[in-house]
């Protein structure tokens, strides 16, 4: 039986509330799991109590091979509990395709525009 240590959604429609819970795999998301070990409310402001757990239980499972999910694991290597390897994707904030070739238009109309003000200040040689 495969392990996932994950999140359960609780609360009302967009007031969500997480449990942190052990879990196989092939369960639903909120449906059937073995154990509850924390919880996360993304409601509160990040510098309170936003997620509680249960290190002792958290590394139990942990050595009983349970896996967590990305978001838990941030919660975990936060606790000290794990590590995890940081992630690293320079290209994210760059604009897309299309806004490039949009960004590269202006600039060479602003050029061309610059160009033919220049010519027209320019006195003539005659």
Do not use: C
């Not at 990040?46 to 999910?69: F, I, M, Y």
């Not at 806004?99 to 160009?115: S, T």
Request: hydrophobic letters at 40%; glycine letters at 6%; aromatic letters at 4%.
């Amino acid at each position: 039986m495969s392990l996932k240590i994950r999140l359960a959604r609780a609360g009302s429609k967009k007031r969500p509330y997480y449990h942190i819970v052990i879990a196989d795999v092939r369960s639903p998301r909120d449906g059937r799991f073995i154990e509850t070990i924390g919880a996360w409310n993304p409601m509160l402001p990040k510098d309170g109590e936003r997620v509680k757990l249960d290190a002792d239980r958290a590394k139990h499972w942990l050595s009983n091979g349970a896996l967590p999910t990305d978001r838990v694991a941030r919660f975990l290597a936060d606790a000290g509990l794990a590590t995890r390897e940081a992630r690293s994707n320079p290209t994210k904030g760059e604009p897309g395709k299309k806004a490039q070739e949009r960004a590269a238009a202006i600039k060479a109309a602003q050029e061309a525009a610059a160009a033919a003000l220049a010519a027209a200040q320019e006195p003539s040689a005659e």
